[in-house]
């Protein structure tokens, strides 16, 4: 069989030779890695653009909210969770030892009254804590609620950052007369970033959870009369209101399919007091979260709202972005490189 049969001879063309295939390769290879590279940088000046020009980070004007919107917190429930000593009167139990978040019934096995665990019963701000930076990406010490605890509580006892646990309780009654900047110092060490405080001073307003929420902010919420319902006959009253409190994370908004009207408003709560469910004891007007249970429970937005000696902290990490933000930019940016390769290839056919 002649070669001439293949138009390898006789033909007016010669067979390529390997550089020049290889050459050829190259040349069709190029366009996709510009391609690639194009995405690559698209994506990131669409996220720059979502996210850090001014006129994206406004956090005072109203969101209007999708129908229901939450984020994926996971739950931790308040307790002893490292190895780390703990001299404090009542000491837990194991001393030196983590445990589970139910040990806190004590030796009489009722919840709430005095013999319970001392961080069973006063970790809530540390367990909110620690949510909230697992849900930003934090590991190692900055989510243990024992070491949150002992970067938080610098007065009254407490030795700062030694590795050690001499108090209990941050920022919450526990009888050692707990500041709330404790909280501050726990959530600005955790999270390694600066806050916004909301307080008396500078409310948190309906439009600006709405904005916080939609912008994928979980929000700690320091409720200063918010004992656990089985909690509350346990403690000093109202005299020690300044010391007490329970902390707790908004992470979710149902805005009850009524955009306009904000009065059935619902928001999803992580309570780190999590007994619902084991005991039957329910928080006050609470709901079933998803998945019919109260861990986490829905709220509604008026009880959120109702007490302006609350105090709410958000930190001030980069929002996170939804898609349909970044969509369109990068559609465009990818059709635009897409026009721009077809052009380049049709000027090296026509060369």
Not at 54 to 83: A, F, Y
Not at 137 to 163: A, M, P
């Amino acid at each position: 069989m002649s070669a001439a049969r293949f138009g390898l001879v006789g033909s007016g063309q010669s067979r390529a030779k390997p550089h020049e295939r290889e050459d050829t390769r190259k040349k069709r290879l190029r366009p996709l890695a510009v391609a690639v590279v194009i995405l690559l940088v698209s994506s990131g000046i669409a996220f720059a653009l979502v996210n850090f020009l001014p006129g994206n980070r406004k956090e005072s004007s109203p969101v209007k909210m999708e129908t229901t919107l939450t984020w994926p917190i996971v739950l931790d429930c308040q307790h002893k969770d490292s190895n780390m000593q703990c001299n404090a009167v009542p000491p837990c139990n194991p001393q030196n030892g983590p445990h589970a978040w139910n040990d806190s019934s004590g030796p009489d096995f009722i919840y709430g009254t005095i013999d319970d665990c001392p961080h069973c019963s006063c970790y809530c701000a540390p367990a909110c804590i620690s949510m909230i930076a697992v849900y930003r990406g934090q590991g190692g010490n900055f989510i243990v609620q024992d070491n949150i605890y002992d970067c938080g509580k610098s007065t009254l006892g407490e030795t700062f950052k030694n590795g050690a646990i001499e108090t209990h309780g941050v920022g919450m009654f526990d009888g050692t007369g707990g500041r709330p900047t404790e909280v501050q110092t726990a959530f600005q060490w955790s999270l390694g970033c600066a806050y916004i405080e909301h307080n008396s001073t500078n409310p948190l307003t309906i439009f600006l959870l709405a904005q916080y929420i939609a912008q994928g902010y979980p929000v700690l919420w320091l409720d200063r009369d918010g004992w656990p319902t089985n909690q509350s006959a346990s403690y000093p009253g109202s005299t020690y209101k300044a010391d007490m409190g329970h902390a707790k994370v908004i992470a979710g908004w149902d805005d009850s399919d009524t955009l306009v009207d904000t009065s059935d408003d619902k928001c999803l709560i992580f309570d780190p007091w999590p007994e619902y469910n084991d005991t039957g004891i329910l928080p006050k007007n609470a709901t079933q979260g998803p998945g019919g249970k109260f861990d986490p429970y829905w709220l509604p937005l008026d009880d959120v709202l109702n007490d302006t000696n609350d105090i709410f902290l958000k930190d001030t990490l980069a929002p996170i972005p939804e898609f349909h933000g970044l969509l369109l930019p990068i559609v465009g940016f990818v059709a635009i490189a897409l026009v721009l390769i077809r052009r380049r290839g049709k000027s090296s056919r026509d060369e």
